[in-house]
């Protein structure tokens, strides 16, 4: 029998209520989709957001405000490609801030936007859409409880429903 932790620490999962603010636009809330849990120690989070949610106890509300380096990093130029035409999916529109995924040569996944089109190329950003910006959060602890050991496996929590 164990007893649900008291305060946010590494491998507990944390539920949290949260409002995400940028540039005084509301980007995503909980309010939409319910409080979100988070497996905290494990990067679920941007680390900014985890750094300031250590320690606290449910109940607690803080405001936080995380630069870009602690936030989707700062935004890299380099980050960047041109590819033919042809090597985008043909169910792709070939239109500028469509976000396709593409695969590097590792099989990894990656997600991108299209920010350029030309006759025989376009050109891909790979740069979260957030990189770069000042993220503000409005975040109330709602929830504490221990890991199961799949989740500290997988190294994310497992909402309800959402077992993978
Ligand atoms: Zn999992």
Do not use: C
Not at 90 to 119: C, F, Y
Not at 131 to 142: D, N
Not at 149 to 164: D, N, P
């Amino acid at each position: 029998m164990t007893t649900d932790p008291t305060t946010v620490a590494d491998n507990v999962v944390v539920e949290i209520e949260y409002t995400l603010i940028v540039d005084s636009e509301v980007l995503d809330s909980s309010n939409d989709e319910g409080p979100l849990e988070y497996l905290h120690g494990h990067d679920n989070i941007v680390p900014g957001l985890e750094k300031a949610l250590a320690g606290k106890k449910v109940g607690d509300s803080l405001q936080v405000t995380v630069s870009p380096e602690e936030g989707y990093g700062e935004y890299d130029e380099e980050a960047t490609a041109h590819v033919p035409r042809e090597e985008i999916p043909a169910e792709v529109p070939l239109e500028e801030g469509v976000e396709i995924i593409m695969e590097d040569d590792d099989g990894e996944e990656l997600s991108a936007v299209i920010v350029w089109v030309g006759a025989d190329e376009v050109k891909l950003d790979f740069n979260h859409p957030l990189a770069g910006r000042e993220l503000e959060f409005e975040v109330k602890v709602v929830g504490l409880r221990e890991a199961t050991e799949e989740e500290l496996e997988h190294g994310h929590a497992h909402m309800e429903g959402h077992a993978h």
